[in-house]
Every structure is written in C-alpha cells, then in structure tokens.
C-alpha cells in the first residue's frame, strides 16, 4: 500500500506534467471505489470537472489533492487516495488503456489523467477546496511528520496516553498522518521498541526516537524514489528501489543487518510484525526510555 513517500513521489511525477489545459471531458467506469464516511459514488462528482483548468498539487499524509482554477469562481480540488494498489499516470489520450481504468480526465491539450486500480480501495472526489480541506478525511488527519515542528513531545500529545501498542498508535491518521506498516516498522526498528510496547509506556526520550526515526525513514523512502513490492509506480511509470533499503518490514527470518540475529516476524492484529529480537527485546510492566 503506497504510504507517505510513494504519495510524494507521485505528487512530484504529477507536478513534472505542468497540466494546466482545461478538462474536456471526463469517463468513468461502472465499477465502485473506496466507500465508507466521505467516500461514495455520489460524493464523487468528478463529473463536475469539466472546464476546470488544473493547478498546483499538494499531498496530505497518505492524500493526493489537485487544484483545479475557473474564472471567478472559489478554488476547487481533487481529492485522490491510492488505496492499496491504485496508481495515476498522464499520458496522451491515444495510448492503449490498462485493465482496472477507472477514472479518465480528458484536458484540452490531448493529455489524459487516468487512476487505475486493480482492487479498488482507492477513492477520488472533487469539491471545494475548503470543503475538502474541511471534512473527513483531511480534516481528522493528525500532524505531517516531514513537518519542521513534527517531534517526540508532539506525537506523545497526539497520543494522548494511549494504551493501544505503539505499532497501532503510529499507524493511526489521526495521530500522524502518513504513516502505513512498512516505514512504522522500520522507524520501531530504528528507535529500538518492540513493536507492541504499550504506548503509555514510554517515556520522552522514546518518543523523541521514535519521532526522528519515522522522520528517517520517510525521508530515505523518498530518497529512493518509494517502496515498489506489487503495483506502486509514480505518474510517469517509474517504479521505486527502497524495497532493496528495508531493515525489517518482509524480512521475518533473515539475519538482522546490524548485529546479525534472526528477524522476528509474527501476525499482530491483520498485519505483519517484524522486529530484531536482540535490539527490541520485550518489555513488561514497566516504563520504557
Ligand atoms: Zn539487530
């Protein structure tokens, strides 16, 4: 599932385009996207694109959001999630479709914007701006941790005391945004916390580790260009190398790189834990620094 740096590096692919045509037209398939609270078909409205010109494209944690400009009237925008394995690409309006297109945004200069989703757990919807900006989910996300003011201090306030085990807590939107399994399991290794430590009991210093380590590790994801394992690709169809850099996350049972014991791997809730034994050893009942 793409996570904060592969969303980046799409947003920067898509900034690369400079689309600024206006939309001509708009097609999209039979088949549902992401649902649940701000996603539905009628909340979609893509429709309602056409002759708006495109602008700028910002990201919010996991979220893609592209303006869209028309005379006189207030900013709009594109809310766009990739879901688990959906990506976009620009291309000119004559190359052969992909299977599992679902979204195609015609612009007046013969380009396309198309969102292609294999299993569909990715959502768009066109608004607003300051709707989008001002409901779920952009408005329920929790700090961007590439952010100048992202710290140990403030992701222990967004915690607020939790007793939820620290790898649930950093995978919450609500509490940073961004953040999936694979870079929440590198950042624990990083930081040297096992990844079921109780959150409510860390102590500072470990939330200022782990802040900096999730810190590193979105920054060297994006040094490599994203995480590629099945689908993930930027606009323009290039894929990522971190996959390669991965400490811990898909590698339960090789030798850990730094001191050589076996990665421990185990299923926690629906999802794959992974941990260097010897570096996060368990901790039980009390305060951990
Ligand atoms: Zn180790």
């Not at 969102?115 to 329920?140: L, N, Q």
Request: charged content about 30%; hydrophobic content about 35%; glycine content about 10%.
């Amino acid at each position: 599932m793409p996570e904060l740096p592969e969303v980046e590096m799409v947003r920067r692919s898509l900034r690369r385009f400079r689309l600024r045509a206006p939309v001509t037209r708009v097609w999209r398939s039979r088949l549902a996207l992401r649902t649940g609270e701000a996603w539905s078909r009628s909340k979609e409205r893509v429709q309602r694109l056409k002759g708006w010109r495109p602008g700028e494209v910002d990201r919010r944690g996991k979220y893609l959001m592209m303006r869209f400009h028309r005379e006189e009237m207030a900013e709009s925008c594109l809310l766009l999630h990739l879901g688990m394995s959906g990506h976009v690409e620009v291309c000119h309006a004559n190359e052969a479709l992909e299977d599992h297109t679902h979204l195609r945004i015609f612009f007046d200069d013969d380009r396309e914007l198309r969102f292609v989703d294999p299993r569909r757990f990715g959502g768009v919807r066109f608004d607003a701006r300051g709707r989008i900006e001002g409901s779920h989910p952009i408005s329920s996300l929790g700090p961007e941790p590439l952010d100048r003011g992202f710290t140990g201090l403030l992701l222990a306030a967004q915690a607020k005391g939790s007793r939820r085990v620290i790898r649930d807590v950093l995978l919450d939107q609500r509490v940073v945004a961004g953040l999936g399994n694979i870079y929440v399991l590198e950042a624990l290794y990083e930081a040297g916390i096992h990844p079921a430590t109780k959150a409510s009991r860390l102590r500072a210093s470990a939330w200022e580790r782990i802040a900096t380590a999730s810190t590193g590790a979105l920054r060297r994801g994006i040094e490599n260009k994203g995480t590629t394992l099945q689908d993930y690709r930027d606009a323009s169809g290039a894929t990522g190398t971190h996959q390669h850099a991965l400490r811990v996350y898909g590698r339960g049972g090789d030798a850990c790189d730094r001191c050589g014991a076996t990665l421990d791997a185990w299923m926690m809730g629906n999802r794959t834990a992974v941990r260097c034994p010897a570096e996060q050893p368990v901790v039980r009942g009390r305060w951990v620094s």
